[in-house]
């Protein structure tokens, strides 16, 4: 008969190979297997202690966030003043050339829990799911500008794919509307701080260093007018076919700590007629 010690010793060795030989295989598993065990894990296993992340993360920001969002406050309180002029002008506007409202917007607040991991800033983990309206292909930003979008969604938690993501893209415009193009993060190695890219730029059309981008609303995720950056200089190009710009994000995602997720409805709002007559 095998004394206690061992027959342990050799338990623990199985369970260390059973161990060993599943993470291998998620490892090497194709990436659809992979976020459906992560958010198994995150529903199951997980949820007590992403719980009490979650109430972590609202204690250590707290003052702090109360601090940003009394200022945030005040600004928007400022800014409110001239609201009602602008948007009845825009309706007027709208109503002379038939045009509609544009489409409403609800908005979802998340707590942004990060993870000690390499990737942290590439994917983010939200403090909502599912249950709060999150779904994935929604757009998240941050106060500063766009942040990235839902990868994955589950009842209480998400994973946010960033603009640091390789895989992440967006189309975008300067803010006067004359150049277009696709952002996504750079790849040079050469530059040290994250940082975004403006491709398909013609060869012919030039973006000043200062020029602020924002999306152009194509594609359907993300809406027009999310800040992305400012142009920063030239990264590259190509001899008669096409500029390259480096731009700096509006929003660091290490860096935030609460996100809102935009989730678009789809009732269309007639603009009120206005009587154009004198």
């Given amino acids: 008969m095998l004394a206690p010690d061992r027959t342990f010793a050799r338990r623990d060795t199985a369970l260390f190979i059973l161990c060993l030989v599943l993470s291998v295989g998620a490892l090497f598993a194709p990436e659809t297997w992979q976020f459906a065990i992560a958010s198994s894990a995150r529903n199951t296993a997980l949820a007590p202690l992403i719980a009490l992340q ?18 945030q406050r005040d600004s928007a309180t400022v800014a409110a003043q001239s609201l009602p002029v602008l948007l009845d002008e825009n309706n007027q506007l709208r109503a002379l050339l038939g ?16 993870q000690p991991l390499p ?9 909502a799911g599912r ?24 009842p209480s938690s998400a994973v946010v794919m960033t603009w640091a993501h390789p895989d992440f893209r967006a189309s975008a415009v300067t803010l006067d509307g004359s150049v277009t193009g696709i952002v ?5 190695a050469s530059v040290r701080e994250p940082m975004l890219e403006l491709r398909g730029v013609p060869y012919r059309d030039s973006v000043p260093v ?3 981008v924002i999306t152009s609303g194509l594609g359907g ?12 200089g030239v990264a590259r190009e190509s001899e008669g076919w096409e500029r ?15 996100a809102l997720v935009l989730s678009a409805t789809t009732v269309w709002v007639r603009a009120p007629a206005v009587d154009s007559t004198p």
Avoid: N, W
């Avoid at 045009?99 to 990060?114: D, Q, S």
């Avoid at 996504?184 to 040079?188: L, N």
């Avoid at 995720?221 to 920063?232: D, E, T």
């Fill in 119 to 127: 990737t942290d800033g590439r994917t983010l983990l939200l403090g």
């Fill in 99 to 114: 045009l509609t409202r544009r489409l409403p917007r609800t908005v979802i607040p998340a707590e942004v829990l990060h």
């Fill in 54 to 71: 979650r109430r972590a993360e609202a204690s250590r920001t707290s003052l702090a966030r109360f601090e940003s969002l009394t200022a």
């Fill in 184 to 188: 996504g993060v750079t790849a040079d």
């Fill in 210 to 212: 200062g020029t602020e």
């Fill in 131 to 154: 249950q709060a309206g999150i779904e994935p292909f929604q757009a998240v930003v941050a106060p500063q500008g766009l942040l990235g979008v839902v990868l994955t969604a589950g």
């Fill in 244 to 258: 390259i710009y480096l731009v700096r994000p509006a929003a660091a995602p290490a860096g935030v700590s609460h």
């Fill in 221 to 232: 995720v993300y809406p027009r007018g999310l800040p992305v950056g400012v142009v920063v």
